[in-house]
C-alpha cells in the first residue's frame, strides 16, 4: 500500500529555532513531494515542492532536503516564528496521476 | 486568485440522513478531489475526478459517492451517513495531470453524524 510517515507528530519551538519534520515513503514511482501548510480554519495550502532530480530546494526559510535513496525527505524551517505555528503534512505523488498521498501531519507551535 | 468554494461550513446530521457535500472552483481546473482529514490520519482520498461525469475511487471509497456534472462542481454524497463519518472534509482542485501537481483547497466542511 502506497504510504507516507510523517514524524512528528507534534512539535514544540522557540522563536528563532529551526523546526524540522520527517517523511518517509515506499513507492519508488512517486516524482513529486510538497509541503502543505494549514492554519486553523483554513484548508491546506502548497508551501513548498520538491522533484528527485535535485536533493535541496529553499525558499526564503523553507527548506526541502531529499534522500532519493533513503527514500525520505524533511521540511527545515530556519528562524522559526510564531507565525509559523499551523499544521504540515507532507506528500508524494506521481505527477502522471495528480493523486497525492498524505502524511498523517505535524502540529507545530512556536512560542515567542 | 484560485478560489474554491465549500457549500457548508458546519453541518449536523442523524444517522441514516443522505448528505450531499458541494464544490465550486472558479479557475477552470481539470481535476477536482474530496479528502476528509481526522487528528492523527491526515487527508485521505474518497474520489477524486478528471473530467465531467468521471470518477475515480481514491483510497477510502466506501459509504461514498460523487457527482460531476458541471466541470466547476464536484459533490460528495453520503446515502446514508453514519457516525464514522462524522470528519472535516475537503474538497479540492487542481490543473490537468502532468502540470505543477499543485492541489487549491476548500476550507473544508465539518460534519457531524449524531
Known amino acids: 500500500q502506497q504510504q507516507v510517515k510523517q514524524s512528528p507528530q507534534s512539535l514544540i519551538v522557540q522563536k528563532g529555532g529551526i523546526s524540522i519534520i520527517n517523511c518517509a515513503y515506499e513507492?519508488?514511482?512517486?516524482?513529486?513531494f510538497p509541503w502543505y501548510q494549514q492554519f486553523p480554519g483554513k484548508g491546506p495550502a502548497l508551501l513548498i515542492a520538491i522533484r528527485p532530480d535535485v536533493s535541496e530546494k529553499k525558499e526564503g526559510r523553507f527548506t526541502i532536503s531529499f534522500n532519493k535513496s533513503a527514500k525520505q525527505f524533511s521540511l527545515h524551517i530556519m528562524d522559526s516564528q510564531p507565525g509559523d505555528s499551523a499544521t504540515y503534512f507532507c506528500?508524494?505523488?506521481?505527477?502522471?496521476?495528480?493523486?497525492?498521498?498524505f502524511g498523517t501531519g505535524t502540529r507545530l507551535q512556536v512560542f515567542p | 486568485d484560485v478560489k474554491v468554494t465549500q457549500s457548508s461550513r458546519y453541518l449536523v446530521k442523524r444517522t441514516g440522513e443522505k448528505v450531499f457535500l458541494e464544490c465550486v472552483q472558479d479557475m477552470d481546473h481539470e481535476n477536482m478531489f474530496w479528502y476528509r482529514q481526522d487528528p492523527g490520519l491526515g487527508l485521505r482520498l474518497i474520489y477524486f475526478?478528471?473530467?465531467?461525469?468521471?470518477?475515480e475511487k481514491g483510497d477510502i471509497p466506501e459509504g461514498y459517492s460523487v457527482s460531476r456534472e458541471k466541470k466547476e462542481r464536484f459533490s460528495l454524497i453520503l446515502e446514508s451517513a453514519s457516525t464514522n463519518q462524522t470528519s472535516m472534509y475537503l474538497c479540492a482542485s487542481s490543473f490537468w495531470t502532468g502540470t505543477t501537481g499543485e492541489l487549491f483547497f476548500g476550507e473544508g466542511s465539518r460534519l457531524t453524524v449524531l
Open positions: 513507492n519508488t514511482a512517486f516524482d513529486y
Open positions: 506528500a508524494a505523488s506521481n505527477l502522471d496521476t495528480d493523486k497525492l498521498i
Open positions: 475526478s478528471y473530467d465531467v461525469k468521471m470518477k
